[in-house]
Structures are given as structure tokens and as C-alpha cells.
Nanobody, 124 residues
Framework: QAQLVESGGGLVQAGGSLRLSCAASGRTFSNYVMGWFRQAPGKERIFVAAINWSGSNTYYVDYVKGRFTISRDNTKNTVYLQMNSLKPEDTAVYYC?????????????????WGQGTQVTVSS
């Protein structure tokens, strides 16, 4: 059974950094677009970043550009989200997701597999 498991969340002060990991199992996701989404309390889940199968193309939402970096290691079936210069408004549950196909997409409905999420809390 295909599964995505996020880790690396936690509590950090504003300006700090965290690195999230998403480990895939049950099948290979090396030919999938991988994405990160987040959901703050009382708000809808929103797109953060995506990366194509080879890692050669990435796509970010404007408010994380220059602060967050998505990457992947297909040999480890793992995707990462390096988050720097964190702000209190980055506080949310972060979800990893996998989308079949070649097009980088920010639409949640395009993603076929989802992880359970990891909490990121940024204190001011």
C-alpha cells in the first residue's frame, strides 16, 4: 500500500529554520510530481511548493519564494522542504502529496496520495 510519511516538524522561533521530510513507501514515486501543502487552524489547505520527477523544475507559492526550498532524492524515495526565515504565519500542518503526471500543479485535486501531516509552529 502506497504511503507518504512526513517528519521534521516542530516548534521554532521566528527567523529559524526547519527541514521537513516526506518518505514514500509501498511504491516508487520517482516518476510523480511531489508537492507540499499546508493548513493553518480554521483555514483551507493551500499549496506551498512542488517539484517534478527529476528535480529539475520547481514551483513555489509567492509568499515562500526565497525562503523555502523543495528537493527530492529518488534513490531514497524522499522529498524535502527546507524552510528558512520562518514567520509566525507559516504555522500550520504541512502535508506531502504525490501527483501522477508531468505537470507541476498547485491544485490539491491533482494529487493522488497524501501524507498525514506534520505540525510546524513558529513562535514570535
Amino acid at each position: 500500500q502506497a504511503q507518504l510519511v512526513e517528519s521534521g516538524g516542530g516548534l521554532v522561533q521566528a527567523g529559524g529554520s526547519l527541514r521537513l521530510s516526506c518518505a514514500a513507501s509501498g511504491r516508487t514515486f520517482s516518476n510523480y510530481v511531489m508537492g507540499w501543502f499546508r493548513q493553518a487552524p480554521g483555514k483551507e489547505r493551500i499549496f506551498v511548493a512542488a517539484i517534478n520527477w527529476s528535480g529539475s523544475n520547481t514551483y513555489y507559492v509567492d509568499y515562500v519564494k526565497g525562503r523555502f526550498t523543495i528537493s527530492r532524492d529518488n534513490t531514497k524515495n524522499t522529498v524535502y522542504l527546507q524552510m528558512n526565515s520562518l514567520k509566525p504565519e507559516d504555522t500550520a500542518v504541512y502535508y506531502c502529496a504525490a501527483a501522477g503526471g508531468l505537470i507541476l500543479t498547485s491544485r490539491g485535486r491533482d494529487y493522488d496520495y497524501w501524507g498525514q501531516g506534520t505540525q510546524v509552529t513558529v513562535s514570535s
